[in-house]
C-alpha cells in the first residue's frame, strides 16, 4: 500500500474535512399560476396550487 511521505498536519486535515459541511442555498423555482417563488415539487404557499389543481384553500 501507498505511504504518505510526510505527516499532514491537524489545520490541514480538519480544513478539509470542515469543506463537507458547507450548505448550498434551496433551489428556487417559480410558480406558473402566480409567479412567485417557492420550492420545486411543493405546493405553492400563496395560491396553494400544484401540478394544475388547488391542494389547499388560501383565504
Known sequence: MAVPK?????SKSRST???AW???APAR???PRCGNAKLPH???PS??????R???DVG
Not at 510526510?6 to 491537524?10: Q, Y
Open 54 to 56: 388547488v391542494v389547499i
Open 42 to 44: 411543493t405546493v405553492c
Open 22 to 24: 458547507k450548505l448550498d
Open 17 to 19: 474535512r470542515a469543506s
Open 47 to 52: 395560491c396553494g396550487w400544484y401540478k394544475d
Open 6 to 10: 510526510k505527516k499532514k498536519s491537524k
Open 29 to 31: 423555482s417559480t410558480c
